[in-house]
Every structure is written in C-alpha cells, then in structure tokens.
C-alpha cells in the first residue's frame, strides 16, 4: 500500500473578503528562483527542515557547489562530492570529497585532515550535532578506525559503529571493538567494560543519562549509567531503520531501549523461554506472543506508557499494563496526543480498518494509510487517511471525507493550530493544500519535513520548468 499521510481540515466560514484573500494567497505565491536542476537528479542534497538546498555542477571537468544558489569554494584538487549534508538549522553544511585515493571532509568551505575513507553511514543526524555547534565522523587509516571531533582524531578501534550526540551536543558514545573480539560503549572517550556484543547506545532526552544492551555467556541485559540491570533475557529486540540522506546511508532510528520524554522512565521489550515482555522501570509485563517493533511511546507528559502487544493470535494496545480491544492486526503507529489526554491508533478486523480513538472503534474504511493518524499541537483535532476502490485517497477531518487527490503528504499544523497545509499530486502536479485550497502547480515539491515556519507564514522548495524555486506564502 502506498505511503501517504493527510491533513484534516476543521469546520470554517470564510467571508467573501476571506475568500479572496486565501486566493491571492494560494494563487500568487512569492517565487525566488535560486537555479537550475542539475543533469543527475542524485547531484540534489536537501536539508532535513526542508528550507535549504545544495546541488552540484560539471563545469570544465570541474566541480561546482550551489547552496541556497549561491555558488562556494570547491578547492582545485577535489575529485568526486561523495555526499552533501546540512545541520539540523540548515545553517552550517559539509561534504566528503575524494583526492586521489585519500578522502576529506569540508565544513563549511573548511577541509579537514585526509583519510583513508570516511565512514558517515554509522549513526544518526549527519556529522553535526543536534545543537549544530560540533562535527564528528569515522575516519580510517591503516585499517583502524578513529572518531574524529571537531578535527581532533581519538583513540584507533579495529572497528567503531553507532556513533550518537547527546541531544544537547556535549557529549558522544559508540560502540567500539579491538582485535574484532570484544566490543565496549566509548562514552566521551572513555572506555567502558567489554562484552561479547553491545547494541546502540541511547541517551535520554535530557542527556543525563545512557543505556545500552549487551549480551554476555548468552544472556542480554541493559546498562544503565554504566551499572548492570540485574534482570538478564535470552533476547532484546532491536532493529534498526536506515535512511539515505545527502549522499548517505545512515542509521535513523533505532528499536530498543526507550527512554520516557522527562527522561525518568526506561522501558524495552524483551524474551524468556520463547516469550516476550515489555520491561518498563524494571518490572516485566505479562508474557506475550509477540511485541510489535516500535510501538513502544510515552504520552508527552510521560504519566502513560503503551505498545502493541500479541497474545493467542489476537493484537491489542497495551495501555498502561491494560489490554484494549482485540483485532486482527494493529497499525505501527500509536499516538498520545499533544496533551497527552487521549490515545489513538489503528486496527483491522473481518478485512476492515479502524481508528481506535480512546478505546471507542469509529468508522470503518476498505484501506488506511498505516502511520498517518496526526495530532494538531493543541491536541484536539486529529486526522488520518483513508483510499477508495478507485485508488484515490482522501483526508478523514473529524470522522468526515474530504476531497479526493491521487496523492498526499507532509501533512502539517501551524504552531498555533489554526492552519493546516499539506502537499497534494493531481495529475503528476503537485500543489500546496492551504486550510482546503489547492494552490499554485509545480512540477515537484521537494520540502521533506516543516513546511509552516511561523503561525502565519509557509515556505517550501519546489522544482518548475527546470529550476528549483523557494516559494513563500503569507497567511
């Protein structure tokens, strides 16, 4: 089924001054057309906030860098970009180059010391930190592996994976191994015990505290703030996401351990004699078939904990330590509102889809676009997607259908809640949804992730006739 995700659009009266004013708004957005698509669609690089871009040019069998398209410095002897990465602001950028055999990292028109190779595949985030203030990433020489910070190479590994920021930038763990026998968690530099394995470390929001698992005789266990969790499993589920971004594989998101919003709460699924259990704040749950992967979350205010859990082949939402409905399957994603004061989720039973809004089943669909139920910042409307025999999908705005489009995506709230935009595909065009109004076409709108900046101002990256293009609109 293809991925989508919707808006919903709440009840509104619009004068006739209103409707004109939305009109001059969708119709007659302010374009800066900033240059134009390169031949190679790959030679595009993005930042995660969608308000940025990078591109590169063959120019005289030399290289040309375009950000924002503005051109930079690219030194004479630089060989093949191998990948283009923005910070979290899309303020700062660096690329991997190749010279020779030999590769280096450019921070901001800056090149670093070379290496062997540069590995940015192994963690999450790019090589800036979440508070964009620092730069790390793996370099190898000699076929030892270091972590490079801020230029300053550290201590030679045999292999290094995993490499992770705290969320406030000051400190970064990793798991490391020497001789290809044992492996340890690297916290700040330091290194901690060994074991036979070690799985991603994680650092709680408020980055006062670390967890990892690691496997020792056959058993798995937690490590917490570097002391053992006494309880030890056959199993601890883990998986991990990767995602392609600037040029990269990189490892987005992980399925272990979780830490609580207020960071006081830890919580992991794991197995004992054939069975699995969620084990929050050390207490195992009752036994389970299976746990589904990810849907472990915390309310916002972290006072409610809940997963998805099987048991005799029938799936339910586990809140709180009690089992809701049972269906025939559960969607992948659980969601506590804004405020924290209800819970909704999907779930399919007799080859029909549902949304379980606080325990209360409401209308049932042929088809739901798993992973779009959003929430508005305020928590109180929500909205889902839903597709007709016709392949066509549509925003469900408070239990109601709205218009159909062939596509939809990147639904989002204004920050006050009033607004909601998304980007819609109507006959290979795409087009910004403003509070219901379709708007201006383009060939392709490329803004991944935010696309309000403010309560009353929208801005995103689009691509028409050959060029790539900033579009704001003023609310």
């Known amino acids: 089924m293809k991925r989508l995700v919707v808006c919903f659009l709440g009840p509104l009266l619009f004068t006739s001054m209103v409707l004109m004013s939305y009109s001059q708004i969708i119709n007659n957005p302010l374009e800066i057309r900033l ?31 375009f950000v924002d398209g503005k051109s930079i410095k690219v030194y004479e002897d630089v060989g093949s970009i191998l990948g283009f990465i923005f910070s979290a602001n899309g303020q700062r950028f660096a690329y991997v180059t190749q010279k020779g055999n030999k590769q280096i990292v450019v921070v901001d028109d800056q090149r670093g010391n070379e290496y062997d190779n540069i590995g940015v595949l192994t963690f999450t985030g790019g090589i800036f930190s979440p508070d964009c203030m620092h730069v790390t990433y793996l370099a190898k020489n000699k076929q030892k592996w270091s972590v490079v910070v801020d230029d300053k190479k550290g201590r030679e590994y045999d292999g290094i994976i995993f490499l992770l920021f705290s969320s406030d930038g000051k400190h970064i763990a990793y798991s490391a191994t020497e001789e290809g026998k044992k492996w340890r968690i690297v916290l700040d530099g330091k290194p901690g015990l060994q074991y036979d394995e070690v799985h991603f470390p994680i650092f709680s929001p408020d980055s006062s505290h670390i967890a990892y698992m690691a496997k020792k005789d056959n058993k798995w266990f937690v490590i917490k703030d570097n002391e053992k969790i006494k309880q030890e499993y056959d199993d601890i589920d883990t998986w991990i996401i990767r995602k392609y971004w600037g040029g990269f594989w990189r490892f987005d998101s992980f399925n272990g351990p979780i830490f609580s919003p207020d960071s006081k709460h830890l919580a992991y699924v794991a197995k004992k004699n054939s069975k699995w259990f969620v084990v929050a704040d050390e207490k195992a749950s009752d036994a389970f078939n299976e746990i589904k992967r990810g849907s472990m979350t915390f309310s916002p205010d972290s006072k409610q904990f809940a997963y998805s859990a099987n048991k005799d082949n029938r799936w339910f939402v586990v809140v709180n330590g009690q089992l809701g409905k049972d269906f025939d399957e559960i969607g992948s994603k659980i969601l506590f509102t804004s405020d924290s004061l209800h819970l909704a989720y999907t779930g399919v039973k007799n080859g029909k889809w549902y949304i379980i809004f606080d325990n209360q089943i409401n209308s049932a ?41 062939d596509a939809v995506s990147n639904v989002k709230f204004s920050p006050d809640s009033k607004h909601v935009a998304y980007i819609a595909n109507r006959e290979n065009k795409e087009f910004i949804v403003l509070d219901g ?27 028409k006739q050959k060029s790539f293009y900033r579009v704001k609109m003023k609310i």
């Open 365 to 405: 669909y042929d088809d739901l676009s798993d992973g779009s139920l959003i929430s508005s910042p305020d928590g109180k409307r929500l909205a889902y997607i839903a597709k007709n025999d016709k392949n066509k999908c549509y925003a469900v705005i408070d239990n109601k259908p709205g218009q159909e489009y």
């Open 437 to 463: 109004k379709p708007g201006t076409e383009y060939d392709e709108i490329i803004s991944p992730s935010s696309l309000f900046i403010s309560i009353d101002e929208i801005e995103f990256l689009a691509i």
């Open 35 to 65: 240059g134009t698509i390169p031949q190679d669609e790959s030679d595009k690089y993005i930042s995660e906030d969608g308000r940025h871009i990078a591109w590169i040019m063959q120019e005289n069998n030399r290289k040309l860098v």
